[in-house]
């Protein structure tokens, strides 16, 4: 992990009820040394160092707003038509063989998908790789970087409205009208739980309001050279949220250079303090609630017309990869073909 992003995991992860840590004797943990399960609520000094500096000590927590957010690095363009891309023999060139083998090895069930080299940018898979498809709540990645860049105070309550329930579809939610968390923990609740009603309360509480926000998330978008994309709403209930395999791949790319997003989206488990009652949310993505990979981010997705999609960067053999599943016909499928990549990476990527 790089020193920088270090910093602001080392400030960001304190935030999440982890009060027992003392930032003079502790805050060098690492991101996989700190505990994916948090069972303890958050105070409004905790919420506030998401997005805030603090200097204790000899330890600076960064200011994760101020991460870079940069753009995914493009493969030439020589290589972005053959559905199996930069996929090489031993001689370095292209053969039918080299593809079939590939196709043969992974045998998705997804509808499309993408899998590339974190470190190079090379497209090492791709199936329909450049086809805007509905991405479903992997919007939500787009949304949590909207919050994240406009530097809002994150201790700030935030009361569900009945607007919040209301979208372009009915999706269940375990939230009620009148359910009160800071903005942090609405963040976390719409990247780990995937609760739809929490990203429509970011959404209303941006400044200039819910318009405001959705035509940030599009100008997010534009930056990060995401052509196919376009979002419509910030839960992705919206059919018309759409983008390729290949734009998510910079959306990840991007979202993963927020430690915030980093940690929020890979949380397996909290227990939201409701007031009335204490919510268990458990993370919507098989793979790192079981915690057998390592997974720096994630995020599912679901709807009819857009199947089951995940997003994740994994490190397969210290090496960084970034995949994308999209239109399976069920969680399982999702999770094999997941496993599948991740597994197929584990002998392509040699130490």
Not at 75 to 104: F, H
Not at 296 to 305: D, Q, R
Request: charged share 20%.
């Amino acid at each position: 992990m790089k020193p920088f992003f270090s910093s602001a995991v080392k400030g960001c992860c304190w935030i999440l009820g982890l009060s027992a840590l003392s930032l003079s004797s502790q805050a060098a943990l690492s991101i996989e040394q700190l505990p994916r399960t948090v069972h303890m609520g958050w105070s409004d000094d905790q919420a506030r160092q998401v997005m805030t500096e603090r200097e204790d000590l000899d330890e600076l927590a960064v200011d994760v707003r101020q991460l870079p957010t940069r753009l995914a690095t493009q493969p030439p363009a020589a290589t972005l038509t053959t559905i199996v891309e930069r996929v090489r023999t031993t001689g370095g060139q292209l053969t039918q063989d080299a593809v079939q083998k590939v196709q043969e090895a992974l045998s998705l069930s997804a509808n499309a998908a993408l899998v590339m080299d974190g470190s190079s940018g090379d497209v090492l898979y791709g199936k329909k790789a450049d086809q805007a498809l509905p991405m479903a709540s992997i919007t939500k990645l787009m949304t949590a970087m909207v919050v994240a860049d406009a530097r809002l105070d994150m201790a700030e309550q935030i009361v569900l409205e009945p607007s919040d329930f209301v979208g372009p579809k009915t999706a269940s939610s375990n939230l009620r009208v009148g359910d009160t968390l800071n903005r942090a923990e609405m963040m976390l609740m719409a990247l780990m739980k995937s609760e739809n009603p929490a990203a429509k309360s970011l959404a209303r509480t941006y400044p200039g309001g819910y318009t405001a926000f959705v035509r940030a998330m599009n100008a997010k978008s534009k930056s990060l050279g995401m052509t196919s994309a376009f979002f419509g709403d910030p839960t992705g209930l919206d059919v018309r949220n759409v983008a390729s395999p290949r734009d998510l791949a910079r959306m990840v790319s991007a979202a993963y250079d927020y430690g915030v997003i980093r940690q929020f989206s890979t949380q397996q488990s909290y227990d939201f303090n409701l007031g009335s009652r204490i919510l268990r949310a458990n993370n919507t993505n098989s793979l790192v609630r079981n915690g057998g990979w390592n997974i720096g981010l994630s995020k599912t997705g679901y709807i009819n017309e857009a199947g089951r999609c995940v997003v994740m960067q994994a490190q397969v053999n210290q090496r960084p990869a970034v995949i994308v599943l999209m239109g399976a016909n069920s969680s399982q499928n999702r999770a094999g073909d997941a496993t599948r990549i991740l597994s197929w990476l584990q002998n392509r990527f040699t130490r």
